[in-house]
T-cell receptor, first 115, second 116 residues
């Protein structure tokens, strides 16, 4: 069964510093992977997705993620954090079950950005 | 823009009440989903539907049921609400062409349900 593990439920960075949010996956088939962001009191918004086209995926708001099969990882990065990046981030893996695609989510990482 | 709307942002109900949470999407998506979100647990799938009148249990279906009479609308029903169902409920929808797994899900703003 597919699953994802997010290391670190809370991450704190200074404004302008590198953001690194970790996600490791487990999948018996080539995975499709996603990063979503949730701002306070809102639903989830897609940041980026990996669909096997390219291992380095660029998303919205300056975020990117690199798929590393050898490490079963899909870590999310941003070179320079902004105060507006403070939110909760979820990694997810997709699987097709015959009736449709389902997502299995990680437990989330709360990102805090300090001045 | 894809839009997924949920009937209420905040809801307060009493133990034992029957609760309906409604979700509507405007993109003609085949798939619709209900999740609950709890701190430290992430999102957990309650039920999903891949076609009108079709439904499939997710990971935590106990205490819930669903209804999908029209393609654009997916309802979550708590037959007899309990305090442990106090949570954030998120609806999502997605397009599903054939066997592709990569289609993203689009989420509604969520309903924060409190059961007293």
């Amino acid at each position: 069964a597919q699953s994802v593990t997010q290391l670190g439920s809370h991450v704190s960075v200074s404004e302008g510093a590198l953001v690194l949010l970790r996600c490791n996956y487990s999948s018996s088939v080539p995975p499709y992977l996603f990063w979503y962001v949730q701002y306070p009191n809102q639903g989830l918004q897609l940041l980026l997705k990996y669909t096997s086209a390219a291992t380095l995926v660029k998303g919205i708001n300056g975020f990117e993620a690199e798929f590393k099969k050898s490490e079963t990882s899909f870590h999310l990065t941003k070179p320079s954090a902004h105060m507006s990046d403070a939110a909760e981030y979820f990694c997810a893996v997709s699987r097709y079950t015959g009736g449709g695609n389902k997502l299995t989510f990680g437990t989330g990482t709360q990102l805090k950005v300090e001045l | 823009d894809v839009k997924v709307t949920q009937s209420s942002r905040y809801l307060v109900k009493r133990t034992g009440e029957k609760v309906f949470l409604e979700c509507v999407q405007d993109m003609d998506h085949e798939n619709m989903f209900w999740y609950r979100q709890d701190p430290g647990l992430g999102l957990r799938l309650i039920y999903f539907s891949y076609d009108v009148k079709m439904k499939e249990k997710g990971d935590i279906p106990e205490g819930y049921s669903v209804s999908r009479e029209k393609k654009e609308r997916f309802s979550l029903i708590l037959e007899s609400a309990s305090t442990n169902q106090t949570s954030m409920y998120l609806c999502a929808s997605s397009f599903s062409p054939g066997t592709s797994s990569y289609n993203e899900q689009f989420f509604g703003p969520g309903t924060r349900l409190t059961v007293l």
